[in-house]
């Protein structure tokens, strides 16, 4: 979904329209949760899933060796229940 999401940022809700649809299809399948990972400089990826319901579960310093310096994975998650719940009110 990553290289999706960055394929589409010109197109505007883009990202929200994806995240909308990936939250329907885990209700729609009954899963009780969504969780994703992230890099720790992506700031705005992590403001739009923040946003969108997710959650800070952890983060993992330091995990990966970017262009010469060390980035953190952050995971991230949604309870579908609460995604419910915010959907209808």
């Known amino acids: ?10 197109v505007p809700d883009a990202g929200c329209l994806l995240l909308d649809a990936a939250r329907q299809l885990a209700i729609e399948r009954r899963a009780r949760r969504i969780t994703l990972r992230v890099l720790g400089t992506n700031t705005a ?5 923040l946003a969108s319901g997710y959650h800070v579960e952890g983060r993992l310093v330091g995990q990966f060796l970017l262009e010469g310096r060390y980035v953190d994975d952050v995971f991230m998650a949604m309870e579908i229940a609460a995604a419910v719940e915010q959907a209808a009110g």
């Open 1 to 10: 979904m990553a290289g999706l999401l960055r394929e589409t940022a010109a």
């Open 45 to 49: 990826a992590q403001a739009l899933y």
